[in-house]
C-alpha cells in the first residue's frame, strides 16, 4: 500500500511540475500595432524584485513562468520598451491575460546615451540620433562638413548621402522638406553650428495617410534646428579675392522657423567650385520611374571627354555665379506652399589632349585629339509645390518650369584636320504633377493621379571648314557642316487607386493610362564656300512621329509589419506604338501586352538588424532615338543611323542585402549583392574607320550579365576617439558589340577597396585619412585589347588649433596609376590654409593656398571596353586667397 502511496505522491509531483502557472498576455501600441523585442517582467510587489521575464514575439505576444511557491496575489507585470512608455499591472489570475498598450515615450526612455567624453547616441524607435557637437571640429563650416565624419554614414563625390550603404530618400529641415533631393543646397549651406542633432529616419514613410499601410524601407535624414537659431535670421557671409585673379562670395539668409523656412543665397568664383554641383537631383532615377516617362535626351555635342579622376575644383575652369532662393510657409497645420527657384550662369574652359585607342579583330583604330572648349550655360529653373499632409487626407502639387539654354566653343585638331565647333543648346519644359490621398469612414484609401508634361529642345551644331569633305561633300571644299535636331515632346499619365488596409496586408488596385506623342526633326546639311546650303546626302533628313499609348492595371500586397516589411507588385500593361517617316516610307504599329512583376521583402532579424530581398522583371521598349532612319552626326566622329524594327528589352535583377548595427559601440555594417540581367532583340553595329563612327541598330538577339557585390564597415572607437570606416566592392559585367561586322565579346571587371579613419588626437589637433584602391581588368576577342590598371588615391588632412581663434589645416592628395606598358602617373596636390577669429567684430579672416605645388597639368587613363584612353589635361594650377568671413 505504501508502494502505491509514494508512487501517486511522486506522480502528482511530475504532474504539478508539468502544469505550472503561467502569465500570458499581448503589448500593443496605441494604435493596436503588436509591440516586438519588448522586455516583460514578472516581480515582487513588495521588494520589485525580479521572479520572472520574457521578451515579446513578432504578434506582440509573452508568456511568463510563475515559479512554484509564488503567491499570485503578491505579484506584478512590468514591460519596458524603447521608445514607449513603461506600464504595469497586477497578476489577478492565471487565466486572464494581462495586456497592455504603451503610450510613446515623450521623454526618450531607455535611450542609447553614451556620457562624458564619449559621443551621445540616442535611438527612439526607427530615428537614430546623433549629437552634431560630438562629431563636429572648430574648422566644419557647414554641416556637410560634420555628416561625413557621421559613423554609418558616407558621402559621395557628388553629394549623395548613404547611411549604412543605403542611398537616403529625402533630407527634412526641421521635419520639412524644404529641398526635395536637392539636399546639396543645404549640406553645403547651414552652418553646423545652428544644428542640434542629424537624425537617420528608417522606413520613412513621409505621407501620413500611408503610414503602417503600406511598405516603406526608405532612409531619410532630419536636421533639427537649435531654438535659438530658429529665433532669429541665420547667415555665413563671405567675400574673397586672390592671385591669379581670383574671386570668392557667398551672401546668404536662412531662416528655419517652424512657420516658414528659407535658404537663400547668392554664390560667385573663378576658383574651380562647380556651383550647379549643389543643384543635383539625388533620386531622378525614382522620379522618373514615378512618372513612367524620360524626357528625350540631348542628341548632339561636342564630342566625348572622359572627366578626370580628380576632384572637379582640382581641374575646373569657371566663372559661376547662383542665384537660389528656397522658401516653405506652413499656412496653417499640415499645409504647406514651397517655391524653389534658380538661376546658374557659367563660362568654362577646357584644354586636353586625348590619345584613344580601339583593338579590333583585324586592325587599331587611334583618334589623336586637342580641343580647346569653352562652355556657357545659363540654367532658370522654377517650382511651386502645395502640400497638405493629414493623417485623413493628402494632396500634392507640383508645377515646374525649366528653360537651359547653353552655348558650347571648341578649336579641335582631330588626327591633323583642324576644325572649328558651335553648338547652341536651347532646351525648354514645364511639368504639373498632382496627387491627391483620401482616406474613407471605413478606412480604405484612394488616390487619384496626374501628370502632364511637354518639352522641346532645338540642338544645332557647327563644324568647319571642310572636315571629311570626302565623305560629306564629295571631296569638294566648303565652309561648314550643318546638324539640327529638335524632338518636341508631349506626356501625360493619369491613375485612380484604390487601397484595403487589413490587420496584416493591405491591397491595391489601380488602373490608369498614359500617352506620350513626340517628333523628332533633324536636317544635316553643307554651307558651301558661295553661302548656298545643300543636303549631305539623300539620308541626312529625319521627320519622325511617335505615339505610345498605355493603359495599365496593378494589383499590390503590402506587409506593412514590425518584423517582416514585404510589397508584391503585379502590373500588366497594353501598349501600343505608333511611328512614321514619310522621307523613308516608314510606318510601323507594335502592340504589346507587358507583365511587370516585383518582390521587395525586408526581415528584421533582430532590434537593430535585417535582411533586404528584391527581384524585379522588367519590359523596356526603346525611344523615339533608336528609330530614326536618316544619319545624324552626334559628335565630330559619330555618325549614327537605325535600320532595326523597335527595340525591345526584358530586365531581371535580382538583388539581397544583410545589415547590421550595434548603435550602443557605434558599429555599422552591410553586405549587398546585385545581379542584373538585360536582353533584348537589336544590337548596335558600329563600322570605326581613322576619320569616323558609324552606327546603325541591327536586328540581332542581344544580352548583358553585371554582378555586383560590396560590403562597408563603420565603427566608432570611443578609446581613440577614430571613426574607422572601409568597402570593398566587386563588379563584373559582360556584353557583346559589333564592330566593322565581327561580334565581339567584351568582360570587364573592376575590384575597389577603401580604408578611412578620422581622429581627434586632442582639442587641438584633428586629423583624417582615406585611401581607395581601385583595378581594372578587361578583355575581350581580340587579345590585344586585354588590359589591367591600378589606381590608388591617397587623402589626408590636419587641422591644428592652437587657440580658440587661431586654425591652421594642412592637407594632401596623391594620385597614382599603373598599367602595363605605360609609365607610372604619380600626381600630388597640397592645400593649405590658415584662419583667424576676431571675435569683437564677429569675422574669420582666412588666408588659403590651394594646389600651393603648382601642378598644372594631369595625365588620366581609362578603359571601357575593347577602348583604351590616355587623356591629358591642363589645370588651373596654384589659387592664392583671402577670405573675409563673418555671420549674420
Partial sequence: MLKYIGLLIIALLFSAHGFAQKVHGTVKDSTGKPVW???????????????????????????????????????????????????????????????FNLGVSVNQLQSVVVKSSRPVLRINGDTLNYKVSDFANAQDRTIGDVI???????????GTILYNNKAISNLYIGGDNLLDDKYNIATNTIPQGVVEKVQVIQNDQPVKVLQNKVMSDDVALNLTIKKGAKLQVVGQESIGAG??????????????????????Y??????????????????????????DNDVPATVLSLGSVNEPALSRDRYLFNQSGLINLNNLVNLKKNVQLK??????????????????????????????????????????????????????????DALLMDENRSASYSNLNANGAIVNQVFKDNALNFSNEFNMIKSLKSNNVIQAYSYISHSCEPENRTIGPNYSDTIFNKSIPYNQLLQNVNVPAWYTNNYLSFKIPANVVTQSYRTGFSVQSQTLTSNLDVLQNNNSVNAASDSSMNHLNWTRKKLYAEAAYDLPGTILKANLTLPVSLQQINYSDSLYALNKHLSRL??????????????????????????????????????????????YANTANLTETANQTAAAGFNYRKALTLFFASLNVLYNHSASNNIASEVITNTLQQRVMLPHPNSTNSWTVNGTASKYSFALKTTFSGGVQWQN???????????????????????????????????????????????????ASAFHIDQLLQQAAVNYNPSDDVLFKLSGEHYFTRQQGNPDLKYFFADASAKFRLNKFKTDVELSAVNFLNVKNYRYLNLSANTF??????????IILLKVMFNL
Fill in 733 to 783: 559585367s559582360s556584353s557583346v558589340q559589333i564592330q566593322n561586322n565581327t561580334l565581339l565579346p567584351f568582360n570587364t571587371t573592376t575590384e575597389a577597396a577603401n580604408v578611412s579613419a578620422d581622429t581627434k588626437v586632442n582639442d587641438q589637433v584633428n586629423f583624417s585619412y582615406k585611401a581607395t584602391l581601385t583595378q581594372t581588368d578587361s578583355h575581350s576577342a581580340v587579345e
Fill in 594 to 639: 507587358y507583365f511587370n512583376p516585383q518582390l521587395r521583402i525586408k526581415y528584421q532579424t533582430s532590434l537593430e538588424n535585417y535582411i533586404t530581398l528584391l527581384y524585379n522583371y522588367r519590359n523596356q521598349t526603346g525611344t523615339i532615338e533608336d528609330l530614326y532612319h536618316g544619319y545624324i552626326l552626334t559628335d565630330y566622329r559619330s555618325l
Fill in 266 to 291: 547668392i554664390k560667385g568664383n573663378n576658383t574651380g567650385d562647380d556651383l550647379q554641383q549643389e543643384l543635383v537631383a539625388h533620386n531622378f532615377t525614382d522620379y522618373s520611374q514615378r512618372i
Fill in 37 to 99: 523585442f519588448a522586455t516583460v517582467s514578472l516581480k515582487k510587489k513588495a521588494t520589485n524584485a525580479i521572479v520572472s521575464y520574457s521578451i515579446t514575439d513578432g504578434n506582440g505576444a509573452y508568456t511568463l513562468v510563475v515559479p512554484a511557491g509564488e503567491i499570485m496575489d503578491s505579484l506584478l507585470v512590468e514591460v519596458r520598451c524603447i521608445g514607449y512608455k513603461t506600464s504595469s499591472k497586477a497578476v489577478t489570475g492565471v487565466q486572464a491575460p494581462v495586456d
Fill in 869 to 878: 584612353t590616355a587623356s591629358s589635361y591642363t589645370l588651373p594650377g596654384r
Fill in 148 to 158: 561625413k565624419k557621421l559613423p554609418g554614414i558616407t558621402v559621395a563625390t557628388d
Fill in 243 to 264: 592671385l591669379p585673379g581670383s574671386y570668392d562670395v557667398d551672401l546668404n539668409a536662412m531662416m528655419f522657423k517652424d512657420k516658414y523656412k528659407a535658404i537663400n
Fill in 339 to 396: 517655391i524653389n527657384a534658380w538661376y546658374f550662369h557659367d563660362t568654362q574652359k577646357q584644354d586636353y589632349s586625348q590619345l584613344s585607342t580601339i583593338f579590333l579583330p583585324h586592325d587599331t583604330v587611334r583618334y589623336n585629339e586637342t580641343q580647346h572648349n569653352r562652355f556657357v550655360p545659363d540654367i532658370f529653373h522654377t517650382q511651386f509645390t502645395l502640400n497638405v499632409n493629414q493623417d485623413k487626407y493628402y494632396l500634392n
